[in-house]
Structures are given as C-alpha cells and as structure tokens.
C-alpha cells in the first residue's frame, strides 16, 4: 500500500508543483528554450573566446617546418656537347621558428581591453534578453488569464439572457410583458453571443502567443491566484537612481563609448613602431653522391616604424575618433531614453495601482445593483427590461475591466522590475 502511495504521489508531483509555482514553471521554460536567448548565450561564449585570442598576442608563436623534394636530371650535356650521366638529387629541410612580439605601440593591450568590455557588453545584452524573454513570459501568461476569465464572464451572460428570454417567453405568455421587452431580451442575446465569440478567438489567439513564448501546451487551467513578491523603489528618484546603475540597454551603451575609445587607441598603435624577436633553427640534407648536411641557427631582432600607407593608417584614426564621438551622443541619447522609460513605467505602475482600486469598487457596486434590479423585475416590481440588460451589461463589463486591471497592475509592475535592470529568475525566486 506505502508503495503504491509513493508511485501516486512520484507521478503527481510535477502536477503539485505546477499548481504551486504555475508562473515560474512557464518562465523557467521559456527561459530555457528561447531561441534568441541561446543565441545570446552562444555570443557570450564567442566573447570569452576573444580574450583568450588578445592575450595570445603577447605570447611567443613557435611554427614548425618541414619539406622534402626529390629531382632528376636527365639528357644533361657539356660544353663540348658530350652526354652526361644522368644524376638524382634529394633534398630534406627542417625548421623551427619563435617570434616573439616585443613592443606593438600597446596595440596588444588595448586590444586585450576591448575584448575585456567585448565581454561585459555581451553580459548586459544577455540581461536584456533574459529580461525580455521573463517580461514576455509573464505577459502571456497573465493575458492567457485575463482571456480565460473573459470567455467565462461572456459564457456566463449568454447563460443569463438565455433564461431570461425564457422566462420573458413565459411572462409573455400570461401578458405581463409586452412583445417589445422581449425583444429587447432576444436582441440582448444575440448581443451577448456575438461578445462570447470575440472573446473565444481572443483567446485562442492568447493561446497561440502562449505555446509561442513558453514553448509549453496550454494547461487547462492556470493559477490566477499566483503572486510574486517584487522588490520595487518606494519612489521615482529611487527608481531613476537604479535605472542608471542596472539598466542594461543603458550599460551596452556606456560600453559601447568606452570601446569606441580603445578601438581608437588601436588605431594610433598602428603609427607606433613595433619591435620583435625571431629565433630559428634549420637542418639541411642533400642526398646525392656525396651527403651534404648543413645546421644554421639564426636570431634576428626586429624593429619597424610605419610612416605613411598612402594615408591609410591616418583616415583609419580620423574614422574611429569620429565613430568615438557617435558613440558618446548615443550614450546620451540612452541616458535620455532611459529616464523617460523609466518614468513612464512608473507613472503607469502608479496607476494601475488607483485603477485596479476604483475598478474593484465599480465592480463591487454594479454586482449589487444587478442583484437589486434583477430580484425586482424578477418579483414583477417596476423593473423595465431595459434596465435589467444595462445592469447586466454594466456587470459584464465591470468584470472585464478588473479582470483587466489586475492583469495590467501585475505586469506593470515586472515592466518597471526589468526597466530598472532588476528582473531575472533569481529575483522572481527570491
């Protein structure tokens, strides 16, 4: 019996923890299987690849050589025209050659540099995908919930006026309504269920957004109830403050000046003179009639100093010093964006706050008034037909609009979390 209880509990586990932890599950996965995102992930790998490639430039390079060759000489004549012996020659070379780069105008340092802030920029465009793939996540998933409640709130009015055109039928019947009250009910219908079909190919489209961004099926029920406490500023200084210490669209740029200014630097390297070292070693061998062997080591110091390539090299520092100077207007331009995104996420955070508040209290109020009204016409009091519709209609779209407004109030809320720089998994988990 305890083992079969086990088994139950083994195969019901990922149901549990679905149940407990819905939204986290789905961001896990599309997390983990977001094409963009492992693409980002490979580029961060080719980034770390690239300082193992600067810092090679400062160790010695060895090469290793080896060639054979083998002739013939045939027909071969002196000068007095009489024929030669034919005669074979074989020839064996081998090399080796180190170099070693001794002085490059500190061309190999900044380029070590670069590569160094080649890699922190990858880092902060991975956080910005991450942040994007997490954003996407949630927002399908709470549109996915906003959407199945809709479907259920449009379900449950058709359900409504359906008895009510019953009931008006009967009422009809025994002459305590008129025929334009029902009228009135079955256009009410008809109204109704041309809303329930809006609402089951909004739906549907969620749907296919969800298995999109999440790469999972679409459960058949998800966790509405599902919350996670966010750590936000208490103000919009505080969030501004943030935002220009983590924003990661923010970072990219501030790197991107900084590597305009080492690619710059490269650049005047190349006017520099450079200084190298060769050491090489060959061993010869002649195979012919008589063996010739021959060993010759060789050290060789160079220094170069380039002058002038046809200005070449000098529209080359032109270039990058002014794509240095685009740089720095882009980061402004960052800096600006930043702030205005920043500030809106949180003027749209605010109110979302206020509106889910006043849309409870519209909720809250029509769901009594439908229930007075109804009860009232029910017991043949002065209740028109017309006004049990409208209450109805008011109900209904009460019920959309906070339904709506706590899924904007939540994702509004991760919005401001990512514009701050601040939203990752171990945020969410935390």
């Known amino acids: 019996m305890k083992i079969f209880i086990i088994l139950i509990i083994f195969f019901l586990k990922p149901s549990f923890l679905l149940a407990e932890n819905n939204l986290l599950f789905y961001i896990e996965s599309a997390f983990k299987n977001n094409p963009k995102l492992n693409a980002e992930r490979e580029n961060l790998k080719a980034s770390k690849e690239d300082i193992n490639i600067s810092r090679s430039e400062f160790f010695p390079s060895v090469t290793i050589s080896q060639d054979q060759t083998s002739s013939v000489s045939t027909n071969k004549t002196n000068q007095s025209g009489e024929t030669l012996a034919d005669s074979n020659t074989d020839a064996e070379n081998k090399s080796i050659s180190i170099d070693q780069k001794i002085f490059q105008g500190f061309q190999g340092y900044n380029s070590l540099k670069k590569s160094k802030l080649e890699l922190e920029k990858a880092n902060f465009k991975l956080r910005d995908i991450e942040q994007e793939t997490i954003l996407n996540a949630v927002s399908t998933y709470y549109d996915l919930v906003f959407s199945t409640k809709n479907e259920n709130f449009n379900i449950d009015n058709v359900d409504l006026f359906e008895r009510q055109v019953e009931f008006d039928s009967a009422r009809l019947q025994k002459g305590e309504i008129s025929l334009t009250d029902l009228a009135q009910s079955e256009s009410s219908l008809a109204s109704a269920s041309a809303k329930l079909i809006s609402a089951k190919t909004k739906?549907?489209?969620?749907?296919?957004?969800?298995?999109?961004?999440?790469?999972?099926?679409?459960?058949?029920?998800?966790?509405?109830?599902?919350?996670?406490?966010?750590?936000?500023?208490?103000?919009?200084?505080?969030?501004?403050?943030?935002?220009?210490?983590?924003?990661?669209?923010?970072?990219?740029?501030?790197?991107?000046?900084?590597?305009?200014?080492?690619?710059?630097?490269?650049?005047?390297?190349?006017?520099?003179?450079?200084?190298?070292?060769?050491?090489?070693?060959?061993?010869?061998?002649?195979?012919?009639?008589?063996?010739?062997?021959?060993?010759?080591?060789?050290?060789?110091?160079?220094?170069?100093?380039?002058?002038?390539?046809?200005?070449?090299?000098?529209?080359?520092?032109?270039?990058?010093?002014?794509?240095?100077?685009?740089?720095?207007?882009?980061?402004?331009?960052?800096?600006?964006?930043v702030k205005t995104l920043t500030a809106n996420a949180w003027s749209v955070y605010q109110s979302s706050e206020s509106i889910l508040i006043a849309r409870k209290a519209q909720l809250k109020a029509a769901e009594i008034a439908n229930e007075g009204i109804t009860l009232e016409y029910d017991s043949g009091n002065t209740r028109t037909t017309l006004e049990v519709i409208q209450s109805r209609s008011l109900l209904l779209d009460s019920r959309i609009a906070y339904a709506e407004a706590e899924k904007n109030f939540i994702i509004s809320k991760f919005t401001l979390l990512a514009q701050l720089g601040n939203l990752s998994l171990n945020s969410l988990k935390g």
């Open 203 to 337: 739906l549907l489209t969620t749907k296919t957004n969800f298995e999109r961004i999440t790469r999972e099926n679409t459960p058949n029920q998800l966790d509405s109830n599902f919350t996670i406490s966010l750590d936000l500023p208490l103000d919009l200084k505080s969030a501004l403050e943030i935002s220009y210490a983590n924003n990661p669209k923010l970072m990219t740029a501030k790197l991107n000046m900084y590597i305009s200014e080492k690619e710059l630097n490269i650049e005047k390297s190349k006017l520099s003179p450079t200084a190298s070292l060769n050491y090489s070693k060959s061993e010869s061998k002649d195979y012919s009639a008589t063996i010739d062997d021959n060993e010759q080591e060789t050290v060789k110091a160079t220094i170069s100093w380039p002058i002038i390539k046809g200005g070449k090299n000098y529209s080359s520092i032109k270039k990058y010093a002014y794509k240095k100077k685009q740089s720095k207007l882009l980061y402004k331009d960052a800096e600006n964006e």
